[in-house]
């Protein structure tokens, strides 16, 4: 009896259950139950795809972006009233605390995520002729803080079952003009840092994480920008921690730390730093966050750890399913991984196991079915943005035409090629909700699995 209760509810739960099914659909369901599918996936199945014809499985609504809270209106009028539009306390207060989150010394606070980048590479003296190793997976300011410097991107293919830097083609990329290494920790996933930190040593080249995607990840059970010379953080409107616009660096290295600070704030010395600003390099700008980021900040960072959770829950919950269906292969995580951010949840899709259905479709179909879906960042190696700006005047004169002609050919990354085929995302939003929406998705993924042939020939 209780094993029939169970059949029930997963069948409620979408919709499944009673009258519809027909007899001889409740038989075909009772036989897959008995060959051990998950209820939820065996009920999809007996059911028609959305394009088809059939109901949709997700009839929810998911979840907006950001979650204003009531202290958000709070902090920021405090310091729009009292006239500190200027950083003076609500910043520094964030700073302090997020580097007491992230288990690192000292934080400072940016106008972007892209800005932070900028500023940790500035502050190591990065510029023309300089060449700065990358992940070919990731948005484009992983690239365009490299371009703003005048120094050459280097591509490192990726491994395509994590979407992140392949750690055994790094050593390959490093050459004399090699200034320093950005491994992306993209959609919240971290990378390879045992392997990717111990070649970076090896030749003496600093280490700066693009952990944008990544609040809260940890590597080996400490936060995944607390490693390495610099760890660096968007609050961009789509982050998991957001203020609009805004970024954080985070260092344990005080001289990088006043490096930083010089450079993203007019050559002035860091507040509680060593006293004379011992940047050297000269170059700097105003990359500095407002204060009524940093109230926002402050209110926002109230529920990041219960959020995360949830997130990393029904991750989890999902990938048990997903799973379960030929051709879906959730990003795989490595070893010292202790903590997913899942500010994306990704995954692989392989045609060949959907009877040909092409991603294109399979995602029209998912989204007919009520799961908002994408196929991700295409190869951004060969994005024209950046052959543009590495054939411009400016370039050649620095690296001279032949390095220019040469560097597509250098550059060639055939499994990021193969990934940026085959990868799906959904957003961490969809994590924000319950069991019971992981249970739908991985339904209607099912679904459209069993139905694939009929929807590649809609």
């Known amino acids: 009896m209780a094993r029939k209760a169970t059949r029930r509810r997963f069948l409620e739960s979408v919709g499944l259950a009673g009258a519809a099914l027909g007899a001889a659909k409740t038989r075909s369901l009772a036989a897959m139950l008995e060959e051990g599918k998950p209820p939820i996936l065996a009920a999809a199945e007996t059911e028609k795809p959305a394009l088809l014809g059939g109901k949709p499985v997700c ?9 204003p809270r009531q202290s958000d209106e709070e902090l920021v009028l405090e310091a729009l009233r009292a006239g500190r539009w200027y950083r003076s306390r609500s910043v520094p207060e964030f700073e302090e605390k997020y580097a ?28 023309p002729g300089d060449e700065v190793i990358v992940a070919p997976y990731t948005f484009m300011a992983s690239v365009t803080v490299i371009l703003l410097h005048y120094a050459l991107p ?15 083609k790094l050593e390959a990329a490093i050459t004399e003009r090699t200034k320093a290494i950005i491994p992306v920790h993209i959609g919240g996933n971290v ?15 600093p280490v700066v994480g693009d952990a944008c995607q990544a609040h809260l990840a940890q590597w080996r059970g400490r936060s995944a920008g607390s490693w390495g010379t610099t760890g660096c953080y968007s609050f961009q409107l789509s982050k998991n921690l957001c203020s609009g616009e805004g970024g954080a660096i ?7 730390a006043d490096a930083c600070f010089a450079f993203h704030n007019c050559c002035r010395g860091r507040p509680k730093g060593r006293g004379a600003v011992s940047y050297r390099f000269g170059r700097n700008g105003n990359f500095r966050m407002t204060e009524l980021q940093g109230a926002l900040l402050l209110s926002q960072m109230q529920g990041l750890e219960e959020r995360a959770n949830l997130r ?18 959730p990003a795989k995580e490595y070893e010292g991984c202790t903590r997913n951010a899942y500010h994306l949840y990704m995954f692989r899709y392989d045609p060949s196991q959907f009877a040909g259905l092409s991603r294109t479709q399979f995602l029209q179909a998912l989204h007919a079915e009520g799961v908002p879906a994408s196929a991700g960042y295409n190869p951004l190696n060969k994005a024209g943005f950046l052959l543009d700006a590495l ?11 032949k390095t220019i002609d040469e560097w597509p050919a250098r550059n060639e990354c055939p499994e990021n090629d193969k990934l940026c085929e085959v990868g799906c995302w959904l957003m961490h ?7 019971e929406n992981m249970e739908r998705i991985a339904a209607a993924v099912a679904k459209i699995h069993k139905h694939a042939a009929q929807l590649a020939k809609a």
């Open 59 to 67: 009839r929810t609504n998911w979840p907006g972006w950001p979650k």
């Open 100 to 127: 007491a989150l992230n288990q690192a010394k000292y934080c400072i606070a940016t106008s972007s995520g892209t800005t932070a980048l900028y500023t940790s590479l500035g502050a190591l003296g990065v510029g």
């Open 154 to 168: 280097v591509f490192v293919d990726s491994d395509r079952e994590s979407f992140l830097m392949d750690p055994a």
């Open 191 to 205: 990378a390879d840092l045992d392997r990717i930190l111990a070649v970076a040593e090896k030749h003496k080249i």
């Open 250 to 256: 985070l260092t344990n290295d005080e001289a990088v």
């Open 312 to 329: 990393s829950e029904n991750a989890a919950h999902l990938t048990k399913l997903l799973r379960q269906i030929p051709g879906i292969h």
């Open 391 to 401: 054939r411009s005047e400016p370039y050649v004169r620095v690296y001279g035409k």
């Open 429 to 435: 939003t969809v994590l924000l909700t319950t069991k």
